[in-house]
């Protein structure tokens, strides 16, 4: 196979990847009523003028479903951890009680939890998105390679169809899983 074909198609096939990587990061930022140490993984704390992620300045654990414990590493960051959680808005109500800081999960309303499946369709929607966009530029460079047969464009333009038909389907087993698991009480 010609190398500037292989070019093309590995690229495509990076770049469908990586719209499946991010969209796995996306999902793990949506909650599905379990408490899990990611929920506050888009806190940062001011640790000495700095913003500092929660984690790199605390111990975050989560020793039932329904409850995460944030240990600090000095204590006298405790009442600044307390703030930037209430300021993240992630709807938590953390209690500080002189050691730690415990935070308890409220189960989810059926309501947030339709919401909360609408977010990850959205996240879906917009990983097929990046993989058509890849197809599209796999497809665009294929048209300016002039040195090929016709018969070899085409075969490589169906290999471009197929990774991509292959990605869309990934993408749509992500989200079912996921959706799945937001609407299981």
Request: avoid cysteine; charge should be negative; charged fraction near 30%.
């Amino acid at each position: 196979m010609n190398e500037e074909i292989e070019f093309i198609l590995d690229s495509a096939k990076e770049a469908m990847d990586k719209a499946l990587k991010h969209l796995e990061k996306q999902f793990v930022n949506i909650r599905a009523g379990k408490a899990s140490p990611s929920m506050l993984g888009s806190v940062t704390v001011d640790y000495y003028g700095t913003q500092t992620p929660l984690a790199q300045v605390a111990n975050v654990n989560t020793p039932d479903g329904r409850t995460i414990t944030v240990q600090p590493w000095e204590k006298s960051m405790l009442q600044d951890i307390e703030h930037a959680i209430m300021v993240a808005n992630l709807g938590f109500n953390p209690m500080n009680n002189g050691e730690s800081i415990i935070i308890n999960v409220p189960p989810l309303t059926e309501e947030r939890r339709r919401e909360l499946a609408k977010q990850a369709k959205s996240e879906a929607e917009d990983a097929k998105i990046s993989i058509r966009g890849a197809r599209k530029d796999g497809n665009n460079e294929l048209k300016k390679l002039s040195d090929i047969s016709e018969d070899l464009k085409k075969n490589t333009e169906t290999d471009i169809q197929e990774m991509t038909d292959a990605y869309i389907v990934k993408a749509d087993t992500l989200f079912n899983a996921k959706e799945k698991e937001i609407l299981t009480v």
